[in-house]
Nanobody
């Protein structure tokens, strides 16, 4: 089992910034992709950004230029730097890690952006 602990969510005004962190621990064999998803209220979960073990990144169009994903392989931690936040970014943000071929999800952290 791999355990994920997320932190960094909260309430911020539009235009503000937040930094999310997700640390993996437990039976880690080979963490490949790490990523962040989000789920606004009443909407399906959607991919925000992902990063491979080699550092290749991918972003959803709605966050390009505003969010930056990074990872610390030595600490099995992934980060999401969120700038220029908008009210429509309000959602529960989930960390997802691929350990070998098995996906694991964090418990989610609430991000609320007020207008």
């Amino acid at each position: 089992q791999v355990h994920l602990v997320e932190s960094g969510g909260g309430l911020v005004q539009a235009g503000g910034s937040l930094r999310l962190s997700c640390a993996a621990s437990g039976s880690i064999s080979n963490i490949n992709s790490m990523g962040w998803y989000r789920q606004p209220s009443g909407i399906e979960r959607e991919l925000v950004a992902s990063i491979t073990s080699g550092g290749r990144t991918a972003y959803a169009d709605f966050v390009k230029g505003r969010f930056t994903i990074s990872r610390d392989n030595a600490k099995n931690t992934v980060f999401l730097e969120m700038n220029s936040l908008k009210p429509e970014d309000t959602a529960v943000y989930y960390c997802r890690v691929l350990n070998g071929f098995t996906p694991y999800w964090g418990q989610g952290t609430q991000v609320t952006v007020s207008s």
